[in-house]
């Protein structure tokens, strides 16, 4: 066994876990890992922020079945890198941060960018831990990969003192432990079998992490053989084929009004991979009653709320995978799919929207003519996100990644993520105008990685959302909601990327196939009717 050095070893560890890329921005904390990177298999995408880094990672490891991998230093940087740690943890998303440390001698000194890394992340991580001893560096690395990924996926700080990383060690790598995927016991299915047979109107609904499309096609083939309707947890609407018959939609935020009218009128829940939070229960209030089955890997059930009666301590992918290869008795009463698939078929069809600018409505129907049956689809939090979480479809796994805690900013990093992820599939980010300006300098990341995609920004001037709770609450008193914003489409070429700004739906096709071909990252402005607040009811 040769020496090296910790810092090196950290890298030869990830390179054996299959890590293909490392997000961050560097620093003088961890320069022993960057030498280590020097040359490695593992791709180092330099970005221009380490929120930008950590939503990177983030995606990566919503869209790949490993962890993304953000790398940033001490103080200022692990302050910036904070927004997706949080994001990570409510969503369940695997990902690792590795943060640079100051010295071990000069701790509780107040030395320069020093910090409480336990203190700062101990609520909001799965597990932080500090790399005190240089010869543990694969075991830590081999930990995190495995936390992040088991039970219920969450996120993985690591601190990294600057001077632990130099120790010359004789050490190697070790052998990556496998995670487990859990099958359900053959009671929990019978007796999830006897609810199921009494059921007259039972409901599942999807969510969370590790979806396949063989897991996803096989529970929507179960369902549709069995009338049972499907629906969606918030921003999680890629874990079952939309083009099913038993998709019928999603909940939480802009859901229709039937689909929380039938998350109350249903007598049994079927939560697959998920739980019953807050959003997805419109703040606790829905779906409380009916006889509750949760199909999870965390034994804790973090944030399920309510009945509990059965819980199947089961992989998602492994359950639905064995439940499509049963034939149950459950007979749901007449119409009971049919009238939940035609009334999401009713509210997913697009209409236009009225008012000044770019008509939105219009725009994700002609959209949808232009988009790849497997294209990953990105944006992240405001007004803007109803238009596609609504209009779009998901029949690829893997394609959507959005925050479900409500974190502005994600999108532009995500679509940089996702292309370099999945360089053949086609990647579309739908922005607001607020959103694209708090991660837009990723373009840059993108530019400079080979990174391609087409970011539709909806600029209406506000912060829409919180103009809307204004209106409702304190009308006719604007404030602290308005925006001045650049032309978005010079501010992509200005990277060397391609920009447009469309003034009209009906010139969006030619624009986006224009913007397609340039094989850039590139930007469509499209200018909307701030008074324009959400999707016009069908």
Not at 107 to 134: C, H, P, Y
Not at 206 to 213: H, L, R, S
């Amino acid at each position: 066994m040769s020496t090296t050095t910790a810092g090196h070893l950290i890298v030869a560890q990830l390179e054996r876990a299959g890590i293909k890329r490392v997000y961050g921005v560097p620093g003088e904390s961890f320069l022993d890992v960057l030498d280590g990177l020097h040359g490695s298999s593992i791709e180092t995408v330099v970005t221009r922020h380490e929120g930008g880094a950590g939503f990177m990672a983030l995606t990566e490891g919503r869209l790949t079945g490993l962890p993304g991998v953000a790398m940033v230093t001490r103080g200022p940087g692990a302050a910036n890198a904070f927004i997706a740690i949080h994001t990570a943890h409510q969503d369940a998303t695997p990902m690792i941060l590795f943060v640079g440390l100051i010295p071990v001698a000069d701790r509780g000194r107040e030395s320069f960018q020093e910090f409480d890394i336990n203190a700062w992340f101990g609520s909001t991580a799965k597990k932080v831990v500090t790399l005190d001893d240089a010869a543990s560096a694969a075991r830590v690395v081999d930990d995190a990969i495995f936390t992040a990924l088991s039970g219920r996926p969450g996120p993985v700080v690591i601190g990294l003192p600057e001077d632990v990383l130099v120790h010359a060690i004789d050490a190697g790598t070790v052998e990556p432990r496998r995670i487990s995927r859990p099958e359900p016991a053959a009671a929990a299915m019978a007796e999830l079998e006897s609810r199921l047979a009494a059921a007259a109107r039972p409901l599942v609904v999807v969510g969370g992490e590790g979806w396949t499309q063989e897991s996803g096609d096989a529970l929507a083939g179960w369902a549709s053989r069995h009338g049972i309707p499907v629906l969606a947890d918030f921003r999680a609407y890629d874990a079952v084929p939309h083009s099913s018959e038993a998709y019928s939609g999603y909940l939480g935020y802009g859901r229709s009004d039937a689909n929380a009218e039938r998350l109350d009128a249903a007598d049994l829940l079927l939560f697959i991979g998920c739980v019953r939070g807050d959003v997805l229960s419109d703040g606790y209030t829905r779906g409380l009653d009916a006889n509750t089955v949760v199909v999870n890997a965390d034994a804790n059930l973090l944030g399920h709320f309510g009945r509990e009666d059965q819980h199947i301590t089961a992989d998602a992918t492994a359950f639905s995978l064995m439940l499509a290869g049963t034939d149950s008795a459950v007979a749901p009463a007449p119409g009971w799919l049919a009238g939940a698939r035609a009334e999401h078929l009713k509210f997913s069809a697009a209409q236009p929207d009225g008012g000044t600018g770019v008509d939105l409505g219009v725009v994700m129907e002609l959209l949808k003519q232009e988009m790849a049956d497997d294209a990953v689809l990105t944006f992240g939090a405001g007004n803007h996100a109803l238009w596609p979480a609504r209009y779009l479809a998901h029949n690829s796994a893997n394609s959507l990644a959005a925050p479900r805690n409500g974190a502005m900013g994600m999108g532009i990093p995500a679509a940089v993520a996702a292309s370099l992820a999945y360089p053949g599939r086609q990647v579309i980010s739908v922005a607001g105008d607020g959103c694209f300006m708090m991660n837009g300098q990723e373009i840059a990341t993108a530019m400079g990685h080979g990174a391609a995609f087409i970011v539709l920004v909806v600029d209406n001037g506000i912060f829409a959302t919180i103009r809307e709770h204004q209106e409702n609450h304190y009308p006719g008193r604007p404030s602290g909601t308005h925006m001045t914003n650049p032309d978005f489409a010079a501010l992509a070429r200005s990277y060397g990327g391609h920009g447009e700004r469309v003034e009209r739906a009906e010139d969006f096709p030619a624009a986006f196939r224009r913007a397609a071909a340039s094989g850039l990252p590139a930007v469509l402005h499209l200018p909307q009717d701030p008074t324009t607040r959400s999707p016009q009811s069908n």
